[in-house]
């Protein structure tokens, strides 16, 4: 599944991880980063999503962005 955050600061090759799993980048700008979270990941709430911005060393995290929602059937 892939997630689109947006912000920024992020640099064109930011390292991205929730809850501390590192999940594969898409594509990147300074404002908006692709990811692709992987089959099987498992996320407990609150989820912490860190960015780290490998140029600048600068990171952030925040953990009030994401909720676990169950989708419903079709």
């Given at each position: 599944?892939?997630?689109?955050i947006?912000g920024?600061?992020?640099?064109?090759?930011?390292?991205?991880?929730?809850?501390g799993?590192?999940?594969?980048?898409?594509?990147?700008?300074?404002?908006?980063?692709?990811v692709?979270?992987?089959?099987?990941?498992t996320?407990?709430?609150?989820?912490?999503?860190s960015v780290?911005n490998?140029?600048t060393?600068?990171s952030?995290?925040?953990?009030?962005?994401?909720?676990?929602?169950?989708?419903?059937p079709?």
């Open positions: 599944q892939e997630v689109t947006f920024s600061n992020f640099g064109t090759n930011p390292i991205v991880t929730f809850n799993t590192p999940v594969q980048v898409a594509s990147a700008t300074n404002t908006t980063i692709d692709l979270l992987p089959v099987g990941l996320l407990t709430e609150p989820i912490a999503l780290t490998q140029a060393g600068n952030a995290s925040r953990s009030d962005l994401f909720a676990i929602v169950q989708n419903a079709l």
